[in-house]
């Protein structure tokens, strides 16, 4: 039997504690995160991971969000985002990286 599951959500299944999967998380295509939105909340769900489902929460969001005249996302959406990502990807340079 072969595994069908794509190999980046394998990679955040299978990874070896939270700095490693923030870095997967920081490495996704938003393609990937909104079609596998559910499975991603629902691994870092099942890690207790709430950094993450909290950046999957503002990622989407900022995606999905209506944008103004100019292509651009809400000013304090766009600002949380950059922070959520700013932070996130602190953490995972406190262990030199991951993945």
Do not use: H, N, W
């Not at 190999?7 to 299978?14: A, E, I, K, S």
């Not at 929460?57 to 766009?78: C, E, H, K, N, W």
């Not at 602190?90 to 991951?98: D, K, T, Y």
Request: with cysteine.
């Amino acid at each position: 039997m072969t595994d069908t599951m794509l190999p980046m959500l394998r990679q955040l299944y299978d990874a070896d504690g939270d700095r490693a999967r923030a870095d997967i998380l920081l490495r996704m295509p938003d393609s990937v995160m909104l079609k596998y939105r559910g499975s991603i909340e629902e691994c870092c769900r099942r890690a207790s991971f709430e950094v993450g489902l909290a950046f999957v929460d503002i990622r989407t969001s900022i995606m999905l969000a209506v944008r103004d005249a100019q292509g651009r996302a809400p000013a304090d959406l766009a600002d949380v985002a950059d922070k959520c990502r700013d932070s996130l990807a602190a953490f995972v340079r406190q262990s030199g990286g991951a993945a």
